[in-house]
């Protein structure tokens, strides 16, 4: 098994220069790439994405794939998943609810994960070896256990489309919870689950990078996390809760 301190270090270091870098930006004239259907682009994003890739790889053999740019080589065994802005519609609405996602996968599953909510400076972190921790303050899932108590994060990805009928099923399921929450970052609703600010964050058709280090962070802080039904482009279902909540 490969070092994960020593990779730990190397992510943390890499999500703080890029979510230093955002911060500078923000208020900022941004230019827009794209800005279609519910999908949004800025130039910002791939800028981030290389000042990331620039520093781990320059630090790590692993070949990373990142949200923006793709493949920086074939996949190992163990590779990066970087989503360089994970919450960039909030980010140009000038919505403090955006983040630096970094993660490190061995195969199909996340072993160490790296979140930075520059907009507070909080970086949330664990691994397969270690508990998980914001800002070196150790943190871990709640303990709740009936959905009538507890909160549900969740998000309609920008490129899924609901039939009438599948969005109604969504709204019928959304009935059993005390309280749900759409944020517009699924790094983030991760990160709420893992310090015990909710139950559960449940998304299908979300990329993997939206989602793969926030897994890591949750599983080390006591969750339970599921990843499932991988498509070629890197979509998956995703749910991540606290190992009591009722299923």
Known sequence: MIELESCLKIAKSAAMLAGNF?????????????NQGRDIKL?????????????ISTHSPFSILGEETGLSNKLD???WVIDPLD?????LREIPISCVSIALMHNTQPVLGVIFDFNHDELYFGHKESKAY????EIAVSSLT??????????????????????????????AWKKIRMIGSAAMAAAYVASGKAETYQENGIFL??????????????????????????????????KNIES
Do not use: C, H
């Open 134 to 137: 914001v800002n070196n303050i």
């Open 22 to 34: 955002l911060k500078n930006k923000q208020g900022t004239n941004l230019k827009i790439l794209l």
């Open 77 to 79: 065994e163990f590779y």
């Open 146 to 175: 009936l959905k009538k108590d507890s909160t549900l994060v969740t998000g309609i990805p920008a490129k899924t489309d609901y039939s009438d009928e599948e969005f109604s099923q969504m709204i019928s399921a959304f009935q």
């Open 87 to 91: 919450g960039t519609s909030n980010f």
């Open 209 to 242: 990078w939206d989602i793969a280090a926030g897994a890591a962070i949750v599983e080390a802080a006591g969750g339970k996390i599921s990843i499932s039904n991988l498509q070629s482009d890197y979509r998956v279902d995703a749910r991540f809760s606290n």
């Open 43 to 55: 130039q910002l994003d791939i800028d981030t994405e290389e000042i990331i890739k620039e520093y």
